[in-house]
């Protein structure tokens, strides 16, 4: 399969963003829905680039500060009394 | 004061007094934040922490200027963001030719990676692997795309607060995230589609 770069598809790649982020006038919305519809390529880069934001972000919700480092921090900043609201 | 809505706002007139409980709860609000930016950013833990440690610091120290006009969370988000860019160019420094050829997602990004790895299974798309897929492909990324895509996608702020931060305008971090994200699909396509049951579409 190639991707065909014809202007549909420029375009749609161009509104891309915004349309994930819900910021694509709404008409300009259906016709890029359209495209999508029948144009495979278009629609799987936007199916793997909305994944791709999503392994993201989860891959940062599970990153906290480790308490070691947690522990230097409060040293650093000489606050290592105030170091007990761990909840 | 409201202790129940306002415990993740520490109070601005009292860390101006530089009351240390005051400061303990702003660190405490914010350090996880600050250190995943921070971790994301550098890609390396002591990096993070250093900059982590300097952020606050100097957060300490002058929180005398800041005048409100922004939110305290996209303040401090600044002064991490310059932290770690300013460690960056340290870094480049040292290792101009291995960091030469790495802005590779400036410029026009066209998609060449058209497969839909969607459909593998969860299991799949979150091991550790992948999550260390995900961490390289970030790297990849310009320090300024980078900084765009973590405060936007990761951290979640809106297109104006991480604007903000960068200090840039909204079009110009439109333009550095679509970039960064476009880039990052790019690189997880490839790595993915060397998983996917038929290879050959
Ligand atoms: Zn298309």
């Known amino acids: ?87 | 004061m409201s202790e129940h809505n306002n415990h993740n706002v520490p109070d601005l007139a009292a860390l101006q007094r530089k009351e240390k409980g005051a400061f303990a709860r702003l660190v405490d609000a914010h350090s996880d934040k600050i250190y995943r930016l921070a971790l994301k950013m550098l890609g390396d833990q002591q990096d993070a922490e250093d900059v982590l440690q300097e952020t606050f610091i100097k957060a300490f120290n002058h929180i005398d200027g800041f005048e409100g006009r922004s939110k305290l969370s996209t303040w401090l988000y600044r002064i991490a963001v310059n932290e770690a860019l300013m460690l960056l160019r340290k870094r480049k420094g040292k290792l101009t030719s291995i960091e030469a050829g790495v802005e590779l997602d400036d410029g026009e990004v066209m998609p060449r990676q058209i497969v839909d790895w969607c459909c593998l299974p969860e299991r799949e798309l979150m091991k550790d692997q992948t999550r260390q897929a995900i961490n390289r492909a970030i790297q990849t990324l310009s320090d300024a795309n980078r900084a765009a895509f973590l405060l936007r996608d990761v951290e979640g702020l809106s297109t104006q607060e991480a604007a903000e931060v960068l200090e840039i305008s909204e079009s110009a971090l439109k333009v550095r995230l679509m970039r960064a994200r476009l880039a990052l699909r790019e690189e997880l396509s490839q790595y993915f589609s060397e998983m996917m049951p038929d290879k050959v579409l």
């Open chain 1, 1 to 87: 399969m190639k991707h065909s770069h014809n202007a549909h598809c420029h375009n749609t790649l161009e509104q891309l963003n915004a349309y994930i982020d819900g910021e694509l006038d709404p008409a300009l919305c259906s016709l890029l829905e359209e495209h999508m519809e029948n144009c495979e390529d278009c629609y799987i880069v936007y199916n793997t680039l909305q994944k791709t934001i999503e392994l993201c972000r989860s891959d940062g919700e599970k990153i906290s500060l480790p308490q070691d480092a947690r522990q230097r921090l409060y040293a650093a900043l000489k606050l290592e009394d105030d170091l007990t609201s761990e909840e």
